[in-house]
């Protein structure tokens, strides 16, 4: 079976992996490259918890196919923290306890940075339409937003 | 003596609303109302398919639970949560 | 330490102001940031070596004989390395819980719903996997198949089981009918009280089947090997539960299996049962390689879950002077396609937040060609609950009162006898109902267009059996082993009461969930049990080890245990001749006192106090397109103490909000030839952020005594409240009452548009 070879860039580092045709790019991520942060909860675009960013557009991993991500820049949930330190949004989810299962925490922390990245001061109304690509069905997202709100906060007056 | 009360589709095997009987645990107790009501199904406590609710509360597996002078017993069935 | 404020605005109990020095608190969650850095595993994340992809083929008939399998042009494709079929599997028993449970892993003689399973592959790649089990022949000889309750109870019903004959009907039916079991209950006499009311108030509601909708697909991995020996990745509820249930289905000895709990992403009652895993050892054990088997959304939506649609018929009876006196019920709940006990569940909870004196409740639990039901956070609960709810609001307005001024009128107290029999032990309903009167959001005016409704919702929580092992390390800190799968933050639940046991520092605490072959049996985590149960065998452990540690204690002073107490994380000489020693000074010293300290407790928790629930929300209702927004919400929970508090309110939160996708959105569309025409997350649609606004919450703490620390359950009771809560909104908005779920913008708008003319 032909394989085709894609080369990116992810979380900053430069990768490749070979992948057949028609597969998606958040098999590639998972399978490929280790990278099980996204995860499939629909497979059709409708959940969110594959969520990326890709070329700073904020996607759904499991619908793009594999080949289209050579020449990309991809950002993951494992891209969001440095060596010593979580990026506000995981510090804030944490301490706002805005995760029960987990499942759809990484999709969230990208949609939730996909929005900071454009609108540094959002309102709760935004944070609510920003989201509501991604599926949770174990808090209620009042957590979620609250602690998205303060990230915006602390991100915009960093201590 | 404890004191069994029976719902009613229980009474269509027991015929009464309720029974005295004097039972030092659960299992003595099933074992006297399984000789007076063979039709019951009270045996099926001893393998949990029938839990036994003991003054207010609900025990999915009774076995060697006391009952008392006062204590009031149901025979229900077991119950499955979330 | 690192403790967080409770955020701005929510909760207005479980402040830590009772007294202790860590129940009550919110510390960052132990496993928070794997769960945070994408680094949490959950079944479908792990991959082995040589591992192959596993692909079940599932009916695209509702109800059918199986004539014939052919798999031979499936085993000869590209990259197969086993394929299975009922045929594989043990016999089943002719009929009970264990048929069932068989026969719903894979279909033997019939199907009994789309989706049902029929035979699965095991090969080199998925898309390999999925191309050889389509390329499996099934010859089916199709049957007539019932798809609702009515036509499933009619007298002409095709029956789906020959030998199922209706329990609870004396004599007992001879001929088979698709009604497995009826349930009364009964008190006083309902014709008298009827007679002797004021008002009488009679009804008939529905609501259809819902998906527990967890966000994770069933997922597994099973490895087996030349000497029969298992071992089992999975999420679920309960990895002990997958030992037995995959053991049963393949008439394994259960030693032969071994299950590592992977992270369970969402569960609701609906991963308390297996589908996939016997299915993967039987490949493995046919492959010698390691099998994954993850299902797709769609085949979460048509073969697993759901909770049962329902319809139930009340009539009650109240005085003037608003005291309900009387209530008649019937209820038939569907079963999905093996018999279970959703109706009979339905009895017991459909007038608990009432004191009645005179009931009458029947109810039928029905099978028919759907998948089987499997439980949902307060099963059977919120359709009985809308029901009654409903009526009850239809008799505050009737009689002028006050809709909670009526229900506190009417509540139960310790002692009051339940519907189903036994009294009430302690219980809270009374403040949680006060609770919601009082708060704010009750006080304050209805905005101008909006509706306002309330409701109550009974759950009655399980106890059932646990066991934690706590071992103290060298330095000082602890290692908590539970056997109970954290579906929700439980780790940390179960680290706080260690922590105040031990006097330790809650992040000098790791909390870990055990395998099958690390930790005691546990049971499955259902009837929101386990901080309940699990944490009472933590607490008892830790008490163990406190004896433990006053004893290494008197030795190391050479002195008698009775003089020493155990005061906030360390030994004090009572007679004060010694210095107090930290429990990190007597763990490191542990090998010259007796060697290292360990302690285990098993139990079977008995006195999981009922838990109770009232809400309130605010609505509007767009009279053009009759779609209901939700403005305003508050919930009041009775929590016994809540441990972690930030946990407690998001066990509130998400079953208000599962709640209240199935009161507006949520249901089962299947097309007249049986088959799901909504398997997925676009068609099915659950809440999402934009749809709701902040869940206010109230946590009511009434101690349940029978717990070390007061714990009551409270992972489900919040479901129930919000479908009679949201019908109640909406007729208040609108003045139309729907009866019949969910209150989609197409029902809103019919009856609006049939109210009108």
Redesign the interface.
Known sequence: MSRTHVTCEVNGDAVDFLT?D?ESLL?AL??ELG??????????G??G?CSIIMNGRLQCSCLIFAPEADGAAIT???G??SADE?HPL?QC?????A????????GF?IAAKALLDENPDPTE?E???A????????????????SVL?AAVQIRTPA | MAVVHFSTDQRQHTGVAEIAIEAANVRDLVRQLSALYPSLDAHLVETSSTAVAIDGEIIPDPWLEELTDTSEVYLVRPLAGG | MST?EA?AN?GTNGNGSSGYRWVGT?P??H???D????????A??L?LPGMLYGHILRSPHPHARIVSIDTSAAEAMPGVKAVVTGADFPEAPPKGATRNLMCTVIARDKVLYSGHAVAAVAAS???EAKAAAEAIEVTYELLPHVLNISDAMADDAPVLHDNLFTRGVEPRPTEPSNVAARTVYERGDVEQGFGEADIVIEREFSTQAVH??????HACVVDCDQEGKAVIWASSQGHFMVRSSTATVLGWDTSRIKVIPA??????GGKTTIYIEPVAALLSTKAGRPVKI?M??EDVFRATGPAPGAIIRMKVGARNDGTITTAKAWLAYENGAFQGIAAMLGCMCVVSAYTLDHLYVEGFDVVLNRPVNVAYRAPSAPAAAFAMDSVVDEIAERVGMDPLDLRIQNCPSQGDPTPYGPKWPMIGLRECLEAIRDSDHYQSELPEGQGRGVASGFWFNIGEASSATVNLNENGTATVITGSPD???SRASMALMAAEELGLDVHLIQPVVGDTEVVGFTDVTEGSRATFATGMAVVEACRDLKEQLRKRAAKTWDCDVEEVEWVDGSAVHGPGEQEPLTLAAITGNAKRTGGPLGATASLNARGAGPAFSVQVADVSVDQETGRVTVERYTTAQDAGTAIHP??V???M??????GIGWALNEEYIYSDDGNLENP???DYR???????P??ETVIVEVPNPSHPYGVRGVGEVGIVPPLPVMANAVADATGVRISDLPLSPPRVLEALTAAES
Request: hydrophobic share 30%; aromatic share 6%.
């Open positions: 057949e028609g098999n998972r399978d990278l099980i942060g996204a995860k499939e909860g629909c497979g059709t409708d959940c918890a993951t949930c494992e969001l923290a979580l995981q989810f944490l301490e706002g306890a995760l029960q299962c987990g499942i759809c925490t990484p922390l109304t944070v609510r339409y989201l509501a690509g991604n599926l949770c069905r174990c808090t209620g997202y009042d957590k979620i937003v609250r303060e | 967080t955020p929510t919110r960052v969650r496993d928070g940031l769960k945070v850095a994408g680094k949490a595993r959950y479908a994340d991959n790649t998925r898309r527990q909708g967890y966000i994770e697909p992270e369970i992403g969402g569960g609701f993850v797709s959304r579906i929700g933050g930030s946990y309110e998001g066990q939160q998400g079953g208000v909000v599962q997925g997350f676009l659950i809440p999402v952020a934009s749809d709701l902040m869940i």
